[in-house]
């Protein structure tokens, strides 16, 4: 059989303009930094920019203008009013797509084709979701006139930048709060290109506030007493330490953290769609995806014709160039995250299990890691219990569903879960005895900003998107203390 290679399709950089160096974006304007630390691209390791380190005086101001921005402005808008302005920004999305597209996959190591397809298509569409709650708050089921909380201080990771700062804004707009965010260190750019749409779609100055920076900034936000609400997303060990500080304040959160989610097959699932669900559980996004399908569970009488199978398909995975638009899996987002995925892949080795990946070339400049995945894991396995946040897959086995339920929930994590089964009853009583926020039956990391997100026990509190996600942006005297009343069996 002839194969032909591919020839190199990549993606133009000239649509994305970047400065040498950034401020952060304060009362509707950039204001000059005084540290700065490089953005690289992972890829390649150049330089992209140099990033503003914000202080507390930097979170200081911002949180103050936002105040000012509620009080004065926001909080008095109607919500048809603040709908217009959240319209204006979903469009401009649209409108400047590839430039976010480019430019997060310079900036993250993500391929062109997740960043075009899914990451600014799905930004776009929760600010266009949100738009239309704006004027609906009576009806989101919190009682008449629901009230903002004020000011919402937003620290996102840098998995799904731009998408994570969608799921933090628009929410936070519809519902009337006003905002100041922090990227993560490594993946500010897009957070910075966000800014100027917002002066782009004349949104009021203060409403969005951009402070870059590393964890001491994060944490001056948690700690800023004009913050009426937190919403994180990142590990569970800042997570905690978020809900310890907070402890002794009046401050809400919502913590969306970490996960380790069991993907379950059993022996009646449709094989070949199995098999491609099982690679866009792991492999999307270099598996840096908190609701990855990381643990494989197979039953065992079919385990041998999927392990072939998928092996087949993981050799046809093409690793490389971000901006390729042939590539499947890019670079690993920074070296420190390389450097954990190699730590707990050895000790997946000198654990027991038995590690393979296709034959790969992988670039010698940049962080890279091949699709791997480990057989003969068992549940005590540090592959099997932590989270890796790379794209390496653990696989289990089981013989009833009865234990591929008990396996599935041996976790502190409770994000996700895929179900793999023809039969709709099946697909039911497992969904069931799954205790995880999202289950996917059939497909996998599939996202609607209509549809809540959040997680169980250690993967977090409280729910972001859908209904679910307004109320954790909204004061009414129907909610229990938990955000949202959803963390409901825990
Ligand atoms: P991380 O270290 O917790 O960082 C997340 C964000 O918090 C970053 O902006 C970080 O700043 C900031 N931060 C760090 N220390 C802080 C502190 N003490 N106080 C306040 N903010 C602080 O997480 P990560 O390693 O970047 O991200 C990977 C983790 O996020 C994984 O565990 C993954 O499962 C989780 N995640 C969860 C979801 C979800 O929806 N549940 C989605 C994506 C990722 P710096 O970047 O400057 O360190
Ligand atoms: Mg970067």
């Not at 903002?148 to 998408?163: E, K």
Request: hydrophobic residues 40%; aromatic residues 8%; negative net charge.
């Amino acid at each position: 059989m002839t194969t032909f290679d591919y020839a190199p399709a990549p993606e133009s950089r000239s649509v994305v303009k970047i400065s040498s160096e950034y401020g952060h974006f304060i009362n509707g304007e950039f204001v000059a930094g005084a540290n700065h630390f490089p953005s690289i691209n992972p890829a390649n390791e150049e330089v992209l920019s140099q990033i503003a380190l914000g202080s507390s005086a930097d979170v200081d101001r911002a949180v103050k203008a936002a105040r000012v921005a509620y009080e004065a402005v926001w909080s008095k808008m109607s919500g048809r009013e603040r709908g217009k302005y959240l319209y204006r920004i979903a469009r401009i999305l649209q409108e400047r797509a590839r430039e976010f597209a480019v430019l997060e996959s310079l900036d993250n190591g993500k391929p062109i084709r997740e960043s075009r397809d899914v990451d600014v298509p799905l930004a776009a569409a929760h600010f266009f979701y949100h738009a239309g709650w704006a004027d609906k708050l009576d009806y989101a089921g919190l009682g008449h006139a629901p009230q903002a909380h004020g000011v919402a201080g937003q620290i996102i990771p840098w998995n799904f930048p731009l998408l994570m700062l969608a799921w933090k804004i628009a929410p936070a707009l519809a519902t009337g709060n006003t905002v100041v965010l922090k990227p993560a260190e490594t993946t500010s750019l897009t957070a910075l290109l966000f800014a100027q749409v917002c002066q782009q779609a004349d949104l009021p100055q203060g409403v969005v506030n951009i402070v870059t920076g590393d964890g001491s900034t994060g944490a001056a936000i948690v700690d800023h007493p004009g913050i009426d609400k937190i919403a994180f997303t990142g590990s569970t060990e800042v997570g905690k330490a978020i809900a310890r500080a907070i402890a002794p304040t009046k401050k809400k959160a919502t913590l969306e953290l970490g996960g380790k989610a069991a993907n379950i097959v059993f022996d009646d699932a449709p094989i070949d769609e199995t098999v491609e669900g099982i690679v866009n559980g792991i492999f999307f996004n270099q598996g840096h995806v908190c609701c990855a399908g990381s643990r494989l569970l197979l039953q065992e009488n079919v385990a041998e014709e999927i392990l072939r199978k998928l092996k087949v398909q993981m050799a046809k995975i093409r690793v490389g160039d971000p901006l390729d638009k042939n590539t499947d899996l890019g670079a690993i987002n920074s070296s420190a995250q390389l450097s954990k995925i190699r730590e707990l892949s050895e000790s997946g080795g000198s654990e027991g299990a038995e590690r393979w990946s296709p034959e790969c070339i992988l670039p010698d400049k940049g962080f890279w890691f091949a699709p791997t995945i480990f057989t003969g894991v068992t549940q005590a396995h540090r592959i099997a219990r932590e989270e890796i946040f790379g794209p390496v897959l653990s696989v289990l086995t089981f013989r009833t569903p009865q234990e591929a339920i008990e396996k599935a929930n041996n976790t502190p994590y409770g994000l996700s879960a895929g179900i793999w089964s023809e039969k709709g009853s099946r697909i039911l009583w497992a969904s069931q005895q799954l205790k995880a926020g999202v289950v996917w039956a059939n497909t996998f990391n599939k996202f609607d900003p209509a549809s809540p997100f959040g997680g169980y026990k250690e993967s977090g509190w409280g729910r972001e998107g859908g209904r679910h996600g307004l109320t954790a942006y909204l004061k009414s005297s129907q909610l229990s203390h938990k955000e949202g009343g959803v963390n409901e069996d825990e």
